[in-house]
Structure formats: C-alpha cells, structure tokens
C-alpha cells in the first residue's frame, strides 16, 4: 500500500506565499516523477508542476516564474513553494507520484487527498 500525505494549504491574501508539502510512504520500490495537480470548481484538474531525476521540471505557464517545485529524493517528498499568489490560483491542489512498488511491475499514478489553497482578500 502506498500513501501521499500532503500538508500545507490554507488561506493566503493575493501576493502572499504558501508551501506544500506530500511525503510519499509504504510500498514503495522507485519513484520515476512526483508533481502537483489543480482542480477549482468546474474546471477540469490540471497540472501545476512535476519533477523526475533525469529532467528539468515542468510548470504549467500561468505558474511560470511564481511557482518552485522541488523533491527530497532521500524521504521521498515534494515540495511546492508558491509565491506570488493570485485569486485565480485558488483551488484543491493534489500531489501525485507516478513509481513501482515492485521491480516488476509497471509505474502507476497514486494520489494524496489534497489539499485547499484560497487565495483572497
């Protein structure tokens, strides 16, 4: 069983800065990528950010530049430093990690529960 417990979200007024963090634990044999997901009220979940060992990460554009994601490769945790923060930015956001619990088996997505990020005045 693997479990992505996530911390971190909250309340922040526009411009202000928040930090997630997802820890990744159980059975857990290679982690190939770790990132962060958003959903806000009927819009379709989204990607924010995602790293792995063997690239540069990704952001989604409207995050380029505010957003920093980074991993703890050592306690298999990911962070998301988030600075700059707009209403627009207001959602439940999710860690992901996309990694094999055995040495056979193929790499599948897991989830944590998410976590709400309101960005407003």
């Known amino acids: 069983q693997v479990q992505l417990v996530e911390s971190g979200g909250g309340l922040v007024q526009p411009g202000g800065s928040l930090r997630l963090s997802c820890a990744a634990s159980?059975?857990?044999?290679?982690?190939?990528?770790m990132g962060w997901y958003r959903q806000a009220p009927g819009k379709q979940r989204e990607l924010v950010a995602r790293?792995?060992?063997?690239?540069?990460?990704d952001y989604v554009d409207s995050v380029k530049g505010r957003f920093t994601i980074s991993r703890d490769y050592a306690k298999s945790t990911v962070y998301l430093q988030m600075n700059s923060l707009k209403p627009e930015d207001t959602a439940v956001y999710y860690c992901?990690?996309?990694?094999?619990?055995?040495?056979?088996?193929?790499?599948?997505?897991?989830w944590g529960q998410g976590s709400q990020v309101t960005v407003s005045s």
């Open positions: 159980g059975n857990i044999f290679s982690i190939y990528a």
């Open positions: 992901n990690a996309y990694l094999q619990t055995t040495p056979w088996s193929t790499n599948q997505n897991y």
């Open positions: 790293i792995t060992r063997s690239s540069s990460p």
